[in-house]
């Protein structure tokens, strides 16, 4: 019977951890008094006492930084001088007004009201775009203002301008960040995807990886590829130690050749709390693959967690924690298991290589489902497909990284071979993707995911008797090839008679009308490619003849590659007015990958398409030109908007883009008196609003695109309830999800997916 200590220490430490994390205070706080009075009187007291362990320090970590001298004039918002270390790399993000650049860094002195402090306090910066080059392990003096911050921060500190340099890293980050860099360049030459996919295997550097890939990675469950895991570390270091045997090295030398192999990756990969977690289960996994792994394996298993979680108890509560420990601990437990069944009837090799990534997804399914409502059905196959080039692209990218940093033209010869292993790794991702039934939508409401977990549990009993079986293990096979390659019906999805959908793509714009059997004219695409993709395809449009792009912001631009995904797209149109400069790019990146080349859309022109008449109404050629000058309150992109008025099966429909009030202005001096049956809200129901334009239209119905508990306030009350004031009836995307517009008997109706159609 194998040893469980250990591995309950670990289960209690993080059932610790979360309790500390979720539950009020006493409840923990109960349990350490209650775990000393019991260590008096008994011996065999070890989960409770890690439980305890945990939970106290949790406990004390909050107590830390919430009643510290930052946070103290965070709630004070205090503008403060501050020396901080950067820890981690400055990453760019799109904010409200503008874009920003934010950077993890340790306060280390800080003076406010009055006050000087010498402290070592975790801080979040955001800054502006001067703070793209800034160095991890670099010090800094800053000024700024400090905000309350929620989660493993003490504050949010806003400065403005450059900061002012006081010490440059240290000498392990430089190599660190020249070995990095030696990366990237060893692979410049290649394609763009390979270029790019080549630093996120070896070292979790995905900051360029094509958004659109990375969903088909989640996909096809190779995501962990993209990110510092175990896998990189094993691959690593047991690389390593293979080549210091080859050199002679034995005994005890051979656990420092690791140790030193460890360090490094952790240097390279940053050392945040991720890469430290994913180090511990990488050695983990590395103690399985060596002698008596089956029983090692397990006890390292649980003291790497009791460890992790005392050294950082924020992990106990996040998803990157919670899927390496259960990938390693399937790897352990089950995978052994099911590769002995399968080798009644295949050899080892085979057998190891369909067990351990069918035992690691098994584990991890509950989790996964509850972060992306989906589960996977091409992830073990994907995973099996893509084992035998991830090991050549890992070791092979560090090796070229590290020649190059003596000669790089032979760098890049070294890293050749594993441009083409992740190129083969990306074909997985999309072919996989495209398949159409690649993941199936399940939900994450708790019966949901309790349903999942149940399921799992259950083919941890059942799935070595199917294995053992070759008949049985065929079938299974077969059935789930079927399911794969068979869209599964919607059942009453899409109803008869569509001619609008205003698709949930979150906060942003996708609208299809409806241009014949499986046709569509596609308005925006979105901010995810697959939203988009999912909602094209359950409204079974396979053609796409004129995709209209009203504008380049990210919300409406950014899932185009979904729209071109598997269908026919004849034409693009987009906007006289290249802003902003991003967006554009992306545009003519994902255009060009099709062979397409957008067009700018004809003021005034009226064509028909299908079964739609289209006429575009706005921007005028002068407007679009000079969009800056339509007031100091207009955003010059959103009032270049490409608006269409669009008739289907005798609708009228206005298809607004996201102009302000400006542009509303203008529209309506060009426009007086018209009136429709359906007006698209623009922009998501802001604020800003000619409520008068808009409630002059007279329109039956108002749909909003606008994102579930967006920061942005959208859809305005104001504007919702003047719509209804004027006799017009609302739907919204975050409430409804897909919308769909019908006409049945010459009656105008709405059907949401999931709730109920009402006829008007």
Known sequence: MRDLRAPALGGAAWLGGIAAAVCPWWVPLGVVVGTAALLLRSRGAGP?????????????????????????????????GAELTVTSDPRPVAGRFGDLVVVRARVEQLTGRGAAYSLSTPVVVMADASWLGVVLGERLHVSGRLGPADGDSAALLMVRGSPDRIEGPDVWWRVAAAVRGSIRESVEPRQEDTRELVPALVVGDDAGVDPALADDFRTTGLTHLLAVSGTNLTLLVG?????????????????????????????????????????????????????????????????????????????????????????TAGILWLAPLWRDSLRTWLPRGVAEAVAVPLAAQVACTPVVTALSGEVSLVAVVANLLAAPAVAPATVLGLAGGLVGLV??????????????????????????????????????????????????????????????????????????????LTRPPTPGWPPSGWVLAMCDVGQGDALIL????????????????????????????????????????????????????????????????????????????????????????????????GDVTLQTLWPRPDVARFAGDLGEDGSAANDASVVLLAE?????????????????????RLVGGLAVDVLKVPHHGSRRQDLGFLTGLRARLALVSVGAD????????????????AGTEVHRTDLDGDVLVVVRDGQLGVVARGGVGRRR
Not at 58 to 72: C, E, I, N, Y
Not at 710 to 725: F, I, Q, R
Request: aromatic residues 4%.
């Open 407 to 484: 000669w790089m033209p032979l760098g890049q010869v070294v890293a050749a071979p594993a441009a083409w292993s992740v190129g083969w790794i990306a074909v997985v991702a999309r072919r996989g993707a495209d398949l159409p039934t690649a993941a199936i939508a399940w939900g994450t409401g708790p019966v949901a995911l309790l349903l999942v977990t149940l399921v799992c549990l259950g083919l941890v009993v059942v799935v070595p008797r199917v294995l053992r079986s070759p008949l049985a293990g065929v079938a299974c096979s077969v059935l789930l090839v079927v399911t794969v």
């Open 514 to 609: 409806r241009a014949g059997p499986h046709e569509g004219v596609v308005v925006d695409a979105g901010p995810d490619p697959a939203l988009v993709d999912g909602c094209l395809d359950r409204l079974e449009v396979t053609r796409v003849p004129l995709l209209v792009l009203t504008h380049f912001h990210a919300d409406h631009v950014d899932g185009l590659s979904g729209v071109l995904a598997g269908r026919t797209v004849g034409a693009v149109e987009v906007t006289a007015l290249g802003d902003p400069p991003d967006g554009v790019e992306e545009v003519a990146r994902a255009t060009g990958a099709a062979g397409l080349r957008p067009a700018v859309a004809a003021y005034g022109a009226t064509r028909r398409v």
């Open 648 to 668: 289907v099966d005798g609708l009228r429909i206005l298809l607004t883009g996201d102009i302000e009030p400006p542009a509303q202005l203008g529209l309506s």
């Open 710 to 725: 967006n920061d942005y306030g959208h859809p305005a009350p104001e504007l919702v309830t003047a719509l209804e004031s």
């Open 48 to 80: 409770l006492v890690a439980f305890a362990a945990v939970a106290g320090v949790t406990l004390l970590h909050g107590t830390a930084l919430a009643s510290g001298p930052v946070a103290q004039l965070a709630q004070k918002r205090a503008v403060v």
């Open 239 to 327: 690389f390593l130690l293979i080549a210091s045997r080859w050199a002679g090295v034995r005994g005890w030398w051979l656990h420092g050749v690791a140790a030193v192999g460890i360090a490094g990756f952790v240097l390279l990969a940053r050392t945040e709390p991720s890469v430290v977690r994913a180090a511990a289960m990488g050695t983990v996994a590395l103690i399985g693959m060596g002698g008596n792994g089956r029983e090692r394996g397990p006890r390292a298993l649980g003291v790497a967690v009791l460890a992790l979680l005392l050294l950082d108890p924020r992990l106990a509560v996040t998803a990157g924690f919670a899927l390496s420990v259960l990938a």
